[in-house]
């Protein structure tokens, strides 16, 4: 399979602890992109990345969390002192952009829980 | 601003067809989609036109685009049990490179 990958599919973490995701996008896809989704609702926008360089970041993304895109393919999402709140889908997304044309194809999502 | 908004729930049974609503606000909005999601699962791409189209039609789905009322539907026809998921409408801004979703609709198909 050549979809979006993300690893772990799920994670139980304390308050308080770190954590790290990853995303492998689909190959020679050039920006990735990291959303969260809560229960009951859509996907929201955290932040995106064009090959290595990180573009926009949303304000949702609090100083806590950080995202790399290293090399211009893989992508890891680091959560710092997490909180109850952060307790949430976290969905990665690639696309190949041509110009203005642009489709976002999705993983199948880390599921953070918080205790 | 940005703003997208979809019923929350609709029903039909097997084989009849599906028709999820969409309405959107920024008039700048130049790509929209439909995204599929089913349970704990990740969100699969379905279809998306381009806002210069009014139609498009792909097997058993078909889009509809009203730019002036900015209203997006998705019909699928012959429903069948495996539809039975959260259907998402997403829009992006041409100059925009995220997308900004609605709530979804959750589809139950009927036996």
């Known amino acids: 399979d050549t979809g979006v990958s993300q690893n772990p599919r799920h994670k139980i973490t304390k308050r308080g602890q770190n954590v790290t995701f990853r995303c492998d996008p689909i190959?020679?896809?050039?920006?990735l992109y990291w959303y969260r989704q809560t229960l009951g609702q859509g996907p929201e926008f955290l932040t995106y990345f064009q090959n290595e360089a990180q573009l926009e970041k949303s304000r949702l993304l609090s100083d806590r969390f950080s995202a790399e895109r290293p090399k211009g393919s893989f992508s890891t999402l680091e959560i710092q002192r997490t909180e109850q709140g952060d307790s949430a889908m976290y969905l990665c997304?690639?696309?190949?952009?041509?110009?203005?044309?642009?489709?976002?194809?999705f993983g199948p999502g880390t599921r953070l829980t918080v205790l | 601003g940005e703003d997208v908004e979809q019923s929350l729930f609709l029903s039909v049974r097997e084989g009849d067809s599906s028709v999820i609503n969409c309405t959107y606000t920024d008039s700048s909005s130049t790509y929209l989609y439909w995204y599929k999601q089913e349970p704990g699962a990740g969100l699969q791409l379905l279809t998306y036109?381009?806002?210069?189209?009014d139609m498009k039609q792909d097997q058993r789905l078909t889009v509809l685009l009203n730019k002036k009322d900015k209203h997006l539907s998705l019909r699928i026809a012959d429903t069948q049990t495996g539809d039975s998921a959260i259907y998402f409408c997403a829009e992006r801004p041409g100059s925009a490179r995220q997308l900004t979703f609605g709530s979804g609709t959750q589809l139950t198909v009927l036996p």
């Open positions: 997304a690639s696309s190949l952009a041509k110009g203005q044309r642009e489709t976002q194809y």
């Open positions: 190959s020679e896809h050039n920006r």
């Open positions: 036109i381009f806002s210069n189209m």
